[in-house]
């Protein structure tokens, strides 16, 4: 039960992150909370199947700044197809998917940090 309310947990504070990065209007669009939600959840099994993906070439993403620029890559391009799949959910561009994986990195930290005042 523990490991459900964690999921549900991370599932509103991913939704919450893309809809503040909504609001900064950096090239990702969201439609509301529930349409956030799901694109949250896509986000997390479109990005899990690229990181597989590319486990099967045998092509890991390391640590330091080129580990830093694959994976900002990797997760403009997971926006990127997620938008395709999901209705509602938008990217504009590469370039507003590169700003967006940005966007939402920063907000994620930001999130971390306030909860790490109060735990």
Same mark, same amino acid.
């Not at 439609?31 to 479109?46: C, E, K, Q, T």
């Not at 990005?47 to 830093?68: D, H, K, P, Q, Y």
């Given at each position: 039960?523990?490991? @459900?309310?964690? @999921?549900?947990?991370?599932?509103?504070?991913?939704?919450?992150?893309l809809?503040?990065?909504?609001? *900064?209007?950096?090239?990702?669009?969201?439609?509301?909370?529930?349409?956030?939600?799901?694109?949250?959840?896509?986000?997390?099994?479109?990005?899990?199947?690229?990181m597989? *993906?590319l486990?099967? @070439?045998?092509?890991?993403?390391?640590?330091?700044?080129?580990?830093?620029?694959?994976?900002?890559?990797?997760?403009?391009?997971?926006?990127?197809?997620?938008?395709?799949?999901?209705?509602? @959910?938008?990217?504009?561009?590469?370039?507003?998917?590169?700003?967006?994986?940005?966007?939402?990195?920063?907000?994620y930290?930001?999130?971390?940090?306030?909860?790490?005042?109060?735990?």
């Amino acid at each position: 039960m523990d490991s @459900f309310i964690s @999921f549900l947990f991370a599932l509103v504070v991913a939704a919450v992150v893309l809809l503040i990065v909504d609001k *900064f209007n950096v090239g990702l669009k969201v439609g509301g909370f529930v349409n956030a939600a799901v694109s949250a959840l896509a986000i997390a099994v479109v990005g899990a199947l690229v990181m597989w *993906f590319l486990g099967i @070439f045998g092509i890991t993403i390391g640590g330091g700044f080129l580990g830093a620029i694959v994976f900002l890559i990797v997760a403009a391009v997971v926006l990127i197809l997620a938008a395709k799949v999901i209705p509602g @959910f938008e990217v504009s561009g590469f370039g507003g998917a590169v700003i967006s994986a940005v966007a939402i990195g920063v907000v994620y930290w930001l999130v971390g940090w306030v909860v790490s005042l109060f735990a």
